[in-house]
């Protein structure tokens, strides 16, 4: 029986993704006052429903994306951490875990997380041209692949490589907020799942799910069309996916 206190986002369905790039979703989990991180880390922000959800995005995913700071911090990977999303993953002809990626402007990366030690799923990494080569060097000897991507504009370059080299149908981008702002700077985020927690964070700190560079303008604005919003009474959360508002 479906537990309707969650959205199912093992059967949800995409678009094909455009000719020349992945179809690119994001997925934030955010406090009912819009912060994404409590003492430097999203930890308790969300639910272990929060999390399954996190991971059936995943069964949808070629590539999962995180920023380098987002690495540091959390030490992502791209497991499903469950048989059963496992199974329909296989049942779909796909690998048992998507291409977990990172990219890093100075390749200060936490070589002894799991993304480099453990062999479960395979990883790559988008590395800056403007990196230190000792930096770049100490990646390649954990054994995973190290892209070179242009300093100043590495996100075409990443996302070429990932549907050409790669092939990538679709990206999962879990964040952190500065790698979301250069994706909707650039226009290129196709979906936008989001969480919101019953908690008010408060503070100074007014980091957010998507976080840009250029200053905020009305011409700058991405419109959304909202898919789904389905509340949990059980822990108070809001899960919703909007999809981006092409001109028509």
Same mark, same amino acid.
Not at 97 to 123: C, K, Q, Y
């Given at each position: 029986?479906?537990?309707?206190?969650?959205? +199912?986002?093992?059967?949800?369905?995409?678009?094909?993704?455009?000719?020349?790039?992945?179809? /690119?979703?994001?997925?934030?989990?955010?406090?009912?006052?819009?912060?994404?991180?409590?003492?430097?880390?999203?930890? =308790?922000?969300?639910?272990?429903?929060?999390?399954?959800?996190?991971?059936?995005?995943?069964?949808?995913?070629?590539?999962?994306?995180?920023?380098?700071?987002?690495?540091?911090?959390?030490?992502?990977?791209?497991?499903?951490?469950?048989?059963?999303?496992?199974?329909?993953?296989?049942?779909?002809?796909?690998?048992?875990?998507?291409?977990?990626?990172?990219?890093?402007?100075?390749?200060?990366?936490?070589?002894?997380?799991?993304?480099?030690?453990?062999?479960?799923?395979?990883?790559?990494?988008?590395?800056?041209?403007?990196?230190?080569?000792?930096?770049?060097?100490?990646?390649?000897?954990?054994?995973?692949?190290?892209?070179?991507?242009?300093?100043? +504009?590495?996100?075409?370059?990443?996302?070429?490589?990932?549907?050409?080299?790669?092939?990538?149908?679709?990206?999962?981008?879990?964040?952190?907020?500065?790698?979301?702002?250069?994706?909707?700077?650039?226009? /290129? /985020?196709? #979906?936008?799942?989001?969480?919101? =927690?019953?908690?008010?964070?408060?503070?100074?700190?007014?980091?957010?799910? /998507?976080?840009?560079?250029?200053?905020?303008?009305?011409?700058?604005?991405?419109?959304?069309?909202?898919?789904?919003?389905?509340?949990?009474?059980?822990?108070? #959360?809001?899960?919703?996916?909007?999809?981006?508002?092409?001109?028509?």
């Amino acid at each position: 029986m479906r537990d309707h206190t969650k959205p +199912d986002y093992v059967s949800i369905e995409f678009p094909d993704p455009p000719p020349d790039r992945p179809y /690119v979703f994001t997925n934030m989990v955010m406090s009912a006052d819009g912060k994404v991180v409590i003492e430097g880390t999203e930890r =308790g922000l969300g639910s272990p429903i929060d999390q399954r959800l996190m991971r059936e995005l995943r069964v949808h995913a070629d590539v999962v994306l995180n920023g380098a700071g987002t690495l540091r911090k959390s030490g992502t990977s791209s497991l499903l951490a469950s048989d059963e999303l496992v199974a329909v993953r296989r049942l779909r002809g796909r690998p048992p875990a998507p291409v977990a990626a990172v990219l890093s402007a100075s390749g200060d990366l936490p070589l002894e997380r799991p993304f480099f030690t453990s062999r479960e799923f395979p990883a790559v990494v988008y590395l800056a041209s403007t990196a230190p080569p000792d930096r770049a060097a100490a990646a390649r000897a954990t054994g995973r692949d190290v892209i070179e991507v242009p300093a100043d +504009d590495p996100i075409p370059a990443m996302l070429h490589h990932m549907h050409h080299s790669l092939g990538a149908r679709r990206l999962l981008v879990e964040g952190g907020p500065e790698i979301n702002g250069r994706l909707f700077d650039l226009g /290129v /985020v196709d #979906e936008y799942f989001l969480t919101i =927690g019953p908690r008010v964070v408060g503070g100074n700190v007014t980091l957010t799910p /998507v976080r840009s560079s250029r200053p905020a303008s009305f011409d700058a604005v991405t419109e959304l069309d909202l898919l789904s919003a389905v509340p949990n009474p059980a822990t108070g #959360e809001l899960y919703v996916r909007y999809r981006r508002r092409r001109a028509s």
